[in-house]
T-cell receptor
């Protein structure tokens, strides 16, 4: 198993550009989430999904869209990048509600 | 979901037990206690979780008080590689499955 794979690992965007952060898992996990972590801070939940076709908002959803068309993939879309979205983005998944999350290695995004 | 309170930072000598406390005085009867850690800038790593009984695995032990208002994560023989931020989280295991992280405790293991 590759676990949770995030691409790209690093990205620089200009203000106003859009992009999609990719997250894929090969563990047949139903539950997936996106978090952002600003320098020196804890993780904040952006969006999460409890299965294909089902998504919901977390603590800081504004400026981000998600979809879950397959169990394996949970992409995060930045609609119009802003410098405030400079952060490290982590994707996580779990097989069931009772298990802990497996996290990806993160995407480091800088918006200039 | 109930909120948690953890010390900002702690020190521990290498080879000694590290005891990390967490207060969750507003925990509900159906909320579990989860612990994760984050080493440097890596993705967080799941450690252990429990409802009301003490739990142990290959990484750590989790001690939950009888009234469930607090818990302690124990790393029995801390090593330098255990230096990390440790997060205590409480959440239900049904429904929306939102997992909210707080600020955590920064554990420094010293030689």
């Amino acid at each position: 198993n590759a676990g949770v794979t995030q691409t790209p690992k690093f990205q620089v965007l200009k203000t106003g550009q859009s992009m999609t952060l990719q997250c894929a898992q090969d563990m047949n996990h139903e539950y997936m989430s996106w978090y952002r972590q600003d320098p020196g801070m804890g993780l904040r939940l952006i969006h999460y999904s409890v299965g294909a076709g089902i998504t919901d908002q977390g603590e800081v959803p504004n400026g981000y869209n998600v979809s879950r068309s397959t169990t394996e993939d949970f992409p995060l879309r930045l609609l119009s990048a802003a410098p405030s979205q400079t952060s490290v983005y982590f994707c996580a998944s779990s097989y069931s509600v009772g298990e802990g999350y497996t996290f990806g290695s993160g995407t480091r995004l800088t918006v200039v | 979901d109930a909120k948690t309170t953890q010390p900002t930072s702690m020190d521990c000598a290498e080879g000694r037990a590290a005891n990390l406390p967490c207060n969750h005085s507003t925990i509900s009867g159906n909320e579990y206690v989860y612990w994760y850690r984050q080493i440097h800038s890596q993705g967080p790593q799941y450690i252990i979780h429990g409802l009301k009984n003490n739990e142990t695995n290959e990484m750590a032990s989790l001690i939950i008080t009888e009234d469930r208002k607090s818990s302690t994560l124990i790393l029995p023989h801390a090593t330098l590689r255990d230096t990390a931020v440790y997060y205590c989280i409480v959440r239900v295991n049904t429904g929306g499955f939102k997992t909210i992280f707080g600020a955590g405790t920064r554990l420094f293991v010293k030689a």
